[in-house]
């Protein structure tokens, strides 16, 4: 992070201006450093042990933005103007070597050893990181409902490193903007300290305002965001205006000392106070956000300057910034490479490598670069072309997996579409695994259509039959939308919807009219529902009520098929009840709509789950497959479903559909059945798997339409 690749002689002391400090060495801020790229790495590795050390990174944000400020008030101080060009070029000597290094290595590892099904997203994070837009295509990630299963990449860490860049864009320019509009204003100089005051006091309430909150409305995107962390740099960076010299009184010096000890103890206290479940940043960022300012603001001659300057302590501050690009990569690639979790011998080789790397990063790369007299040399227009090389460099890089990714996929498209014609016996669903009599075709013994690259991608749903993130009910219809001898209707959430082809080949086949309505992780149940935020939540509610308001304006309907996923439970449990009895009464009271009307229900039973990594397992498959990456029945099914406990208690205006006999055997549930990748993540089908499951499914159908009619 910047705030760690600063040299470590920062001007803070004696006054030469007004809120500017001469020449010394804060050691304080050196073991601030040092205590943060810690936090962050112990916590990546043993989150359990150190439930809040993801808190480091905002005290990067408070120590970058006093550093930054400081740099930029001193030189209005002395020339009166801030040379942006020139600004901009220093920090792009000192902070992208390292970057790019690091980017450039890590995307060739991803190319040498991480499966093709993970190319796409990686190939895209690569490319945001190299243009320093990474959070904001993370934030995008944490909103876009076919994006939220996707793992971390080995980029996921510059999301930090982006809202830092962004600082340093917008700081100098608003700064710039504001003493040009009180200059003009007052007709006379503006001081600009007096300024910086205003401008970052304003950030300061408006930004915590905003991520406060968003926090609590949209928290995937909060902690991403460049606007919600904006003014734990503003903070930092008030800091830098405040002239505080030497103490001259003891009683001074020992009040000083104990309010940055307080920061040092609220920065401990952050680590095992705030977890994973605190909304964050939110107005829990507050705690570790003021210590650290604290520390920064009263450190020196506080004696933390002592707990600075200790050998390691030192050169950890000072390696800090490449310890921290080189962590992230190592604790994502590593269990890829040795097919395994980390154990704790593999989380003692990633601290001692990224020491290590960090070390050799900054002693051989960084730093000879930075105190290069040719590089001092260079004027910002070269500095500029440079860069502009370097991140088309790693820009290529992300585009090469991405295409060689798009090759694979048309390929495997072909493939599938050949074996999906019909004439390929035992293909998908048609193998039959749970009867006495499989079906095994040797030629489909090393095929894996789609591939794992293309896994993500093989999914049939339609923005017609989709409502996402809103309350309108929308339906799509398939098959004849005449003289058809059937009309049903399918609504629940994804999981209802990636069977959307196979219901369009049952409407085809049989002659049946099949409308589909799906929503972003709601179904048709009146218990309350997981959701991001409360708009998501009263978009689902809005959503649930107009379609039972669908179901009593269509009594001539023949069926209704409802199906959900069994993760997207209720988060409301009535005192005195239990989750289970909680999902069964809202499906029952759910089904309501379409009992009364006299519409018969048809309850498809969720499919079961894979593994998380199932499709970077079956992608490190060559040769015939294996069952490396299937699950056991048991692990599959453990999810709460409700599906039949509600059918009971609707008295035989339901049926149940269960086909998990078409997923699993008696002891497992495999990833690839019939040459076909079964899942496109860890619970979602892919659409060549669910369109083979079409027949199976509409015999279930008919039959269970037969029985209600009996």
Same mark, same amino acid.
């Given at each position: 992070?910047?705030?760690?690749?600063?040299?470590?002689?920062?001007?803070?002391?004696?006054?030469?201006?007004?809120?500017?400090?001469?020449?010394?060495?804060?050691?304080?801020?050196?073991?601030?450093?040092?205590?943060?790229?810690?936090?962050?790495?112990?916590?990546?590795?043993?989150?359990?042990?150190?439930?809040?050390?993801?808190?480091?990174?905002?005290?990067?944000?408070?120590?970058?933005?006093?550093?930054?400020?400081?740099?930029?008030?001193?030189?209005?101080?002395?020339?009166?103007?801030?040379?942006?060009?020139?600004?901009?070029?220093?920090?792009?000597?000192?902070?992208?070597?390292?970057?790019?290094?690091?980017?450039?290595?890590?995307?060739?590892?991803?190319?040498?050893?991480?499966?093709?099904?993970?190319?796409?997203?990686?190939?895209?994070?690569?490319?945001?990181?190299?243009?320093?837009?990474?959070?904001?295509?993370?934030?995008?990630?944490?909103?876009?409902?076919?994006?939220?299963?996707?793992?971390?990449?080995?980029?996921?860490?510059?999301?930090?490193?982006?809202?830092?860049?962004?600082?340093?864009?917008?700081?100098?320019?608003?700064?710039?903007?504001?003493?040009?509009?009180?200059?003009?204003?007052?007709?006379?100089?503006?001081?600009?300290?007096?300024?910086?005051?205003?401008?970052?006091? !304003?950030? *300061? =309430?408006?930004? @915590? +305002?905003?991520?406060?909150?968003? /926090?609590?409305?949209?928290?995937?995107?909060?902690? &991403? $965001?460049?606007?919600?962390?904006?003014?734990?740099?503003?903070?930092?960076?008030?800091?830098?205006?405040?002239?505080?010299?030497?103490?001259?009184?003891?009683?001074?010096?020992?009040?000083?000392?104990?309010?940055?000890?307080?920061?040092?103890?609220?920065?401990?206290?952050?680590?095992?106070?705030?977890?994973?479940?605190?909304?964050?940043?939110?107005?829990?960022?507050?705690?570790?956000?003021?210590?650290?300012?604290?520390?920064?603001?009263?450190?020196?001659?506080?004696?933390?300057?002592?707990?600075?300057?200790?050998?390691?302590?030192?050169?950890?501050?000072?390696?800090?910034?490449?310890?921290?690009?080189?962590?992230?990569?190592?604790?994502?690639?590593?269990?890829?490479?040795?097919?395994?979790?980390?154990?704790?011998?593999?989380?003692? !080789?990633? *601290? =001692?490598?990224? @020491? +290590?790397?960090?070390?050799?990063? /900054?002693?051989?790369?960084?730093?000879?670069?930075? &105190? $290069?007299?040719?590089?001092?040399?260079?004027?910002?227009?070269?500095?500029?072309?440079?860069?502009?090389?370097?991140?088309?460099?790693?820009?290529?890089?992300?585009?090469?997996?991405?295409?060689?990714?798009?090759?694979?996929?048309?390929?495997?498209?072909?493939?599938?579409?050949?074996?999906?014609?019909?004439?390929?016996?035992?293909?998908?669903?048609?193998?039959?695994?749970?009867?006495?009599?499989?079906?095994?075709?040797?030629?489909?013994?090393?095929?894996?259509?789609?591939?794992?690259?293309?896994?993500?991608?093989?999914?049939?749903?339609?923005?017609?039959?989709?409502?996402?993130?809103?309350?309108?009910?929308?339906?799509?219809?398939?098959?004849?939308?005449?003289?058809?001898?059937?009309?049903?209707?399918?609504?629940?959430?994804?999981?209802?919807? *990636?069977?959307?082809?196979?219901?369009?080949?049952?409407?085809?086949?049989?002659?049946?009219?099949?409308?589909?309505?799906?929503?972003?992780?709601?179904?048709?149940?009146?218990?309350?529902?997981?959701?991001?935020?409360?708009?998501?939540?009263?978009?689902?509610?809005?959503?649930?009520?107009?379609?039972?308001?669908?179901?009593?304006?269509?009594?001539?309907?023949?069926?209704?098929?409802?199906?959900?996923?069994?993760?997207?439970?209720?988060?409301?449990?009535?005192?005195?009840?239990?989750?289970?009895?909680?999902?069964?009464?809202?499906?029952?009271?759910?089904?309501?709509?379409?009992?009364?009307?006299?519409?018969?229900?048809?309850?498809?039973?969720?499919?079961?789950?894979?593994?998380?990594?199932?499709?970077?397992?079956?992608?490190?498959?060559?040769?015939?497959?294996?069952?490396?990456?299937?699950?056991?029945?048991?692990?599959?099914?453990?999810?709460?479903?409700?599906?039949?406990?509600?059918?009971?208690?609707?008295?035989?205006?339901?049926?149940?559909?269960?086909?998990?006999?078409?997923?699993?055997?008696?002891?497992?549930?495999?990833?690839?059945?019939?040459?076909?990748?079964?899942?496109?993540?860890?619970?979602?089908?892919?659409?060549?798997?669910?369109?083979?499951?079409?027949?199976?499914?509409?015999?279930?159908?008919?039959?269970?339409?037969?029985?209600?009619?009996?």
């Amino acid at each position: 992070m910047a705030g760690i690749t600063v040299a470590s002689r920062t001007r803070r002391g004696r006054r030469t201006g007004r809120g500017i400090a001469a020449d010394s060495t804060r050691w304080d801020v050196q073991g601030l450093r040092a205590f943060a790229v810690l936090a962050v790495l112990l916590y990546h590795l043993w989150p359990t042990r150190l439930p809040g050390g993801f808190i480091g990174v905002d005290v990067f944000f408070v120590i970058s933005g006093f550093l930054i400020t400081g740099h930029l008030l001193r030189e209005v101080s002395a020339t009166g103007r801030i040379a942006l060009a020139g600004f901009w070029a220093r920090r792009a000597k000192r902070l992208l070597p390292g970057a790019f290094l690091t980017l450039v290595a890590t995307g060739v590892a991803v190319l040498l050893w991480v499966p093709s099904a993970l190319w796409g997203q990686y190939g895209r994070e690569l490319i945001a990181s190299a243009v320093y837009v990474q959070n904001w295509q993370l934030a995008a990630d944490s909103v876009d409902y076919l994006a939220e299963g996707n793992g971390a990449s080995p980029f996921q860490h510059f999301w930090s490193l982006s809202v830092e860049e962004q600082f340093y864009i917008a700081l100098p320019l608003l700064l710039l903007g504001v003493l040009w509009f009180a200059h003009r204003a007052r007709r006379a100089q503006a001081d600009p300290v007096v300024v910086t005051r205003v401008v970052l006091g !304003v950030v *300061v =309430v408006l930004s @915590l +305002t905003w991520s406060i909150v968003q /926090t609590g409305t949209a928290s995937g995107i909060a902690y &991403f $965001s460049t606007a919600t962390r904006a003014w734990e740099f503003a903070l930092g960076g008030l800091v830098a205006t405040i002239p505080l010299g030497v103490p001259r009184s003891s009683g001074t010096r020992t009040t000083r000392a104990i309010v940055a000890w307080v920061g040092a103890g609220g920065l401990v206290v952050s680590l095992f106070a705030i977890t994973a479940a605190t909304p964050f940043p939110g107005i829990a960022a507050v705690l570790p956000v003021v210590s650290a300012t604290l520390v920064v603001l009263l450190g020196s001659h506080s004696g933390l300057e002592l707990v600075g300057h200790v050998a390691p302590v030192r050169f950890t501050g000072r390696i800090s910034y490449a310890v921290y690009l080189w962590h992230w990569p190592a604790i994502v690639l590593l269990p890829i490479v040795t097919r395994h979790e980390a154990t704790t011998l593999d989380k003692v !080789v990633i *601290v =001692v490598g990224a @020491l +290590t790397l960090g070390a050799a990063t /900054t002693l051989l790369v960084e730093e000879p670069l930075r &105190f $290069s007299a040719r590089v001092r040399r260079l004027r910002p227009r070269r500095v500029a072309v440079y860069g502009v090389l370097s991140t088309l460099v790693v820009v290529a890089l992300g585009a090469t997996s991405l295409t060689a990714l798009h090759v694979q996929q048309v390929r495997t498209a072909l493939l599938a579409e050949r074996l999906g014609s019909g004439n390929v016996a035992c293909f998908g669903a048609a193998a039959e695994i749970a009867s006495a009599d499989p079906c095994v075709n040797p030629a489909l013994a090393d095929v894996r259509v789609p591939s794992a690259a293309n896994a993500v991608a093989d999914d049939a749903n339609r923005s017609a039959c989709w409502s996402n993130d809103s309350s309108t009910f929308r339906v799509c219809s398939l098959g004849p939308t005449t003289g058809y001898s059937k009309h049903l209707i399918a609504i629940g959430d994804s999981h209802n919807n *990636v069977l959307v082809d196979a219901y369009a080949r049952i409407a085809e086949q049989r002659n049946w009219r099949i409308d589909v309505a799906g929503h972003q992780s709601c179904y048709l149940t009146t218990a309350e529902q997981q959701a991001g935020s409360r708009r998501q939540a009263n978009a689902c509610t809005g959503w649930k009520q107009n379609a039972m308001d669908h179901l009593r304006s269509h009594p001539d309907l023949d069926g209704v098929i409802v199906t959900h996923s069994s993760g997207n439970g209720p988060v409301v449990v009535p005192e005195g009840g239990t989750d289970e009895q909680t999902v069964v009464d809202g499906l029952v009271t759910g089904w309501s709509a379409a009992a009364e009307a006299g519409i018969p229900i048809i309850a498809l039973r969720d499919n079961p789950a894979a593994r998380p990594d199932v499709v970077a397992c079956v992608g490190q498959m060559s040769g015939p497959t294996t069952p490396a990456c299937d699950s056991s029945r048991v692990d599959a099914l453990a999810r709460f479903d409700g599906s039949a406990e509600a059918v009971d208690r609707v008295h035989g205006a339901a049926r149940l559909v269960d086909l998990t006999d078409s997923y699993c055997t008696d002891t497992v549930c495999p990833a690839v059945i019939g040459g076909v990748l079964v899942y496109r993540d860890q619970t979602h089908l892919t659409n060549t798997f669910a369109t083979t499951l079409a027949p199976y499914l509409g015999d279930e159908i008919d039959a269970a339409l037969a029985a209600m009619r009996s």
